[in-house]
Structures are given as C-alpha cells and as structure tokens.
C-alpha cells in the first residue's frame, strides 16, 4: 500500500511558526474527519451528489465491456488517438506514460508486443493537430473521441476534423475506426453515435471528468494499449477499503487533506508542489493540477459566502526540478508544500562506469543512477528543512498498474475531504462554465447572441 510521511511538516522538525503540531492537529479533527468520511461513503451513490467515481472500482460490468472490445479489435490497428481535453484525457496520458514502456510510440511493433501506438490531442493547436494527421495513417487508425457533456467545443472540432479526412480515406467504412465515450442518455456526440453507428461507451452519471480516469474514460485507452485494467481495478478496491477507515491516524488521504487544509488556513502555506522523483510519472502532476485547482478553487462556501477557497497546484519532477523550480522553492515565498513521490523501486538499475577517477566527478563511478536519484530527492528534502519549508512524502513500491490506481485514486479522495475541510462544493465548475458561455457567443453558437455584442465590447476596451 502507498505509504505517507509527514513529519516534515511537524513542529518537531520546522519550528513552531512554519511547522504544524501533527498529532494534536490529528486528535483535535478525529471527530470531524470521521464524519467527513463517513458522509462522503453515505452520499456517493445519492444522485446529484457527483461521487459515482468512488464505486469505479466495483464496476465489474464496465471492466468486462472493455476488455471484450479491446480483444475484438486487437490486431486491427496500428494507432490510437484519443481525443479529448481537460479530464477526458489528462489521467490517460499520466496513467500511460507511467506504465507503458519508455517511449512506446517510438518501438518496433515486436517490441510493443504488437500493441498499438498511442497518441493523445489533448488542445486545439492548429499546428500540432496538423503536424500529427499528417504522419498518422488514419486507415490504420482507432479514434476514441472522449466527452460526456458530447459537445466539448474543443474535443468536437477536433473530431470534425478527424472524422472528415477518415472518411474521406475510408468511405462508410470509417465508423468502424471510431469508438466514443460520451453520457449515456444526452448530448450531441450520443445521437452522432446513434446515427452513424460508432462503438459507444458511457461516463457514468455522476462523475466529473476529472474525477473519470478509472470509468471507461480512461479503461478503453489503457485497455486498448495493453495495459492490465484487473490489477488497476483491485489497487483502487483494495485502497478504497483503507480510506474508508474513519481513524484520521489510519487514512492518510485524510492526513494529507487536513494537512495541507491545516497549512493554508494556518500557516499561509497556499501552494501545493507535487514532485515525483521519476519521468515515468511526470505527467501525474498535470493531472493532479486540474483535479486540485478545479475542485478547490471556488468564490463561495456551501453557505453562500465569498471566500475565494483554494490551494495553487504546481507541478514539478525531480530531478529536473532541482534547476528550474527549487531556487523559489527553498527562498523564494514560504507559501508551499512540497509532497515528493518516492518510488521503492525501479524496473531497471543502470550503472555508472568507473571512468574519469582523475577528475571531480569521479566519486560517481561505481554508483548507480538509481542511487543517484534517490540521493537526489533526499538531499532536496534536507534542503527544504533546513529553509524551513514543509514537505511530504508518498512512497509507492513500484511502477505498475496497482499502485499507480492507489495513487491516483488516494489523491481523489483527499480532494474529496479537502473539499468538505473547505465547506465548498468540490463537484461544480462555474468558473469554467462562464468561460464556455462567452466562448460560445465569439463562435456564433445559436442562444448566445445578445451576449456577443456586449462581450465585444469589453474586449475591445481591454485590446
């Protein structure tokens, strides 16, 4: 199971004005925490409570569809773009880059297992989307177009584009090159599937896209590519059963949300660094941005008040962010924490040959870059103590589809009690639904014309 280390948040090593009194903190918010827990496994299956994604991992039936139609379509192709935007794609992308081989799209198919390549559009840059249509073969090419309101301006205009130039190379045939994941009830991409007979998997009621990764948002692209959707399916059953223990002291996605709530609303700590000391997951910290900026960022509390709630995610990897970000971390404002992910251990040791002994760097031969790394994340800790900023550590015991589900599914869960610490709404996204609504009206979408003119005008004052 993932393991968290806070003691470097505590008094006991930061001093009392940086540093937290964990137990007495963990002691004074038992009773508190508990009910907390015990609401949110109350509620999740109450419609309109949008916490469907805590029962993700009992859904057996969605688990068999998928591995049915990746079996069906094995062989059939050698690429997969998936397309999508937001949480329709960020945990894909995070979840497969950490699990697949290192840079899968660049192996041989013998060496992929025969696999698929897999490649994502997550935005709408012209030049990117060009750039990868034009070295894809689409007639060699599964399309799985991701979105559950089924008209996501961005994720439909790259279908647009996508489905225009299939057909084009396909004839009628092109519908069997698409699969989409979409509501099961409504939305434009909904009837577009039922018209034209695309392949159709369901988001689940109830589940936000960044809260998707493990419904069939996330199992058909992981399935697809080969990856083991069981061992995903059993980390999260097998964690969900430890984070429902209502014991502050035995749940650490609680111990991660009150401490950082803790920090903020005490200490001024409202920043939020998540750093694994791994490539492989360097994308997790992309995911874990929207999950925490959506879900927290909020002007009003459950009563109605303006508070303007909300941590700042930042992402970060180590080594790498040692000469780019730590600077700021370490002297800049004493407004972060720091949260490394630890990995036990690594698929591969590589050693460093014993060469240049002469010279300075010498003392390096005989090591392995994995000791390297690992000195490296330590001394970056130490660092970060003796400037007096707190930081936690999440060790996972290694790469694979377990424990990254445990991972990714533990830091839902601490969103979902950060968002009851906060007494805010941890499910809605008004902020972005302001933005879609202008949008709509610069595009010309039907309803949205009186708000045209004025939006207009104020971005005329603002040019």
Not at 435 to 446: E, H, I
Request: proline residues 3%.
């Amino acid at each position: 199971m993932l393991k968290l280390n806070w003691k470097c948040t505590d008094i006991s090593v930061l001093g009392q004005e940086h540093g937290l009194n964990i137990e007495q903190e963990f002691n004074d918010y038992a009773g508190k925490i508990s009910d907390i827990i015990k609401s949110l496994n109350q509620r999740k299956d109450k419609p309109g409570e949008c916490l469907q994604w805590m029962n993700l991992g009992y859904n057996e039936e969605t688990v068999w569809y998928v591995k049915e139609f990746a079996s069906m379509v094995e062989g059939r192709f050698d690429n997969i773009l998936v397309l999508g935007i937001g949480g329709s794609v960020l945990g894909g992308i995070a979840v497969t880059e950490a699990l697949l081989k290192p840079y899968w799209n660049m192996l041989s198919a013998e060496q992929r297992n025969n696999l698929p390549k897999i490649f994502f559009l997550d935005n709408i840059d012209p030049d990117t989307i060009n750039g990868l249509l034009a070295v894809l073969d689409l007639r060699k090419t599964l399309v799985n177009v991701i979105t559950k309101s089924g008209d996501t301006a961005e994720t439909m205009s790259q279908f647009m584009v996508v489905k225009n130039l299939m057909q084009e190379a396909l004839g009628d045939d092109y519908r069997k090159n698409i699969v989409a994941t979409t509501d099961k009830k409504m939305g434009i991409l909904r009837q577009l599937a039922d018209q034209e007979g695309y392949k159709i998997f369901y988001v689940p009621d109830d589940i936000g896209g960044r809260f998707s990764v493990f419904s069939s948002v996330g199992l058909v692209p992981f399935a697809l590519v080969g990856l083991d959707i069981d061992k995903i399916i059993n980390g999260i059953k097998d964690i969900d059963l430890e984070l429902k223990n209502t014991d502050i002291h035995q749940n650490i996605a609680a111990q991660f949300a009150l401490i950082h709530y803790l920090m903020d609303t005490k200490k001024g700590k409202r920043s939020t660094v998540l750093m694994p000391y791994s490539s492989r997951l360097k994308y997790i910290p992309d995911w874990y941005v929207q999950l925490i900026a959506e879900s927290l960022g909020k002007k009003y509390n459950r009563a109605g008040e303006i508070v303007n709630a909300g941590l700042t995610p930042i992402k970060a990897y180590g080594a790498t962010a040692q000469h780019t970000k730590l600077q700021l971390f370490n002297e800049g404002p004493n407004d972060k924490v720091v949260t490394f992910i630890r990995v036990g251990e690594f698929d591969t040791t590589l050693d460093i040959p014993k060469i240049f002994e002469y010279t300075g760097i010498g003392y390096l031969g005989g090591k392995t870059v994995n000791d390297l790394l690992r000195a490296e994340m330590y001394s970056t800790k130490v660092s970060l103590v003796d400037n007096q900023r707190p930081s936690l550590s999440i060790t996972i015991d290694k790469i694979d589809e377990y424990n990254i589900a445990q991972l990714l599914y533990m830091l839902e869960v601490q969103t979902a009690i950060s968002g009851e610490l906060y007494n805010i709404n941890a499910f809605d996204q008004p902020g972005v639904e302001q933005v879609k609504d202008y949008m709509y009206a610069l595009m010309g979408r039907a309803g949205y014309e009186g708000s045209a003119t004025s939006l207009r005008e104020k971005m005329g004052i603002m040019s």
